[in-house]
T-cell receptor, first 115, second 112 residues
Framework: KAGVTQTPRYLIKTRGQQVTLSCSPI?????VSWYQQTPGQGLQFLFEYFSETQRNKGNFPGRFSGRQFSNSRSEMNVSTLELGDSALYLC??????????????FGEGSWLTVV | DAKTTQPPSMDCAEGRAANLPCNHSTISGNEYVYWYRQIHSQGPQYIIH???NNETNEMASLIITEDRKSSTLILPHATLRDTAVYYCIVRYPANTGNQFYFGTGTSLTVIP
């Protein structure tokens, strides 16, 4: 079974621009969550989607948004990029049910550099 | 979710068992203990999880104390490829959302 796939793997953007990152979950997984990892703040939860609905949201400004499609694929968007948004953005998927549990499986991440 | 405490770093000789401790003294009865690891610049990798019984899989063993206030992840024969940051997380079971809180973890260095 294919793992979580994130695209693009690396990208460079300029301050003020916006960026969209894509995530394809493991087949059959309905929950997709996003995390930001920086050297200073570590791994921080951004938001989670389940059945196309945002179920949980971390403490990030409104410039960070996401969505989930009917096939469970997800995108996250960051508008008006700031230098501090430079980070590794990780997507994770889970079956999230009583039998399979909610173990999450991560993709390799998208490295975003804002210049 | 309960907070966890891990030592910031540990060393282990190659071929020896690596024992990584985690303290979760405020864990509640329904919370599971999860372990993940992150090799530099890669996405975190799931290792193992458990509720109260000891668990073993092809990667590691998880030993949870009887009072569930602490646990130990055991890598039975550490290799250089096990050098990574190891995260211990406690979580409620399914259908309550998938918000995992990652602390700072333990940086394990396997020495040749």
């Amino acid at each position: 079974k294919a793992g979580v796939t994130q695209t693009p793997r690396y990208l460079i953007k300029t301050r003020g621009q916006q960026v969209t990152l894509s995530c394809s979950p493991i087949s059959g997984h309905r929950s997709v969550s996003w995390y930001q990892q920086t050297p200073g703040q570590g791994l921080q939860f951004l938001f989670e989607y389940f059945s196309e609905t945002q179920r949980n949201k971390g403490n990030f400004p409104g410039r960070f948004s996401g969505r989930q499609f009917s096939n469970s694929r997800s995108e996250m968007n960051v508008s008006t990029l700031e230098l501090g948004d430079s980070a590794l953005y990780l997507c994770a998927s889970s079956q999230n049910d009583r039998i399979a549990g909610n173990t999450i499986y991560f993709g390799e991440g998208s490295w975003l550099t804002v210049v | 979710d309960a907070k966890t405490t891990q030592p910031p770093s540990m060393d282990c000789a190659e071929g020896r068992a690596a024992n990584l401790p985690c303290n979760h003294s405020t864990i509640s009865g329904n919370e599971y203990v999860y372990w993940y690891r992150q090799i530099h610049s890669q996405g975190p990798q799931y290792i193992i999880h458990g509720l109260k019984n000891n668990e073993t899989n092809e990667m590691a063993s998880l030993i949870i104390t009887e009072d569930r206030k602490s646990s130990t992840l055991i890598l039975p024969h550490a290799t250089l490829r096990d050098t990574a940051v190891y995260y211990c997380i406690v979580r409620y079971p399914a259908n309550t959302g998938n918000q995992f809180y990652f602390g700072t973890g333990t940086s394990l260095t396997v020495i040749p």
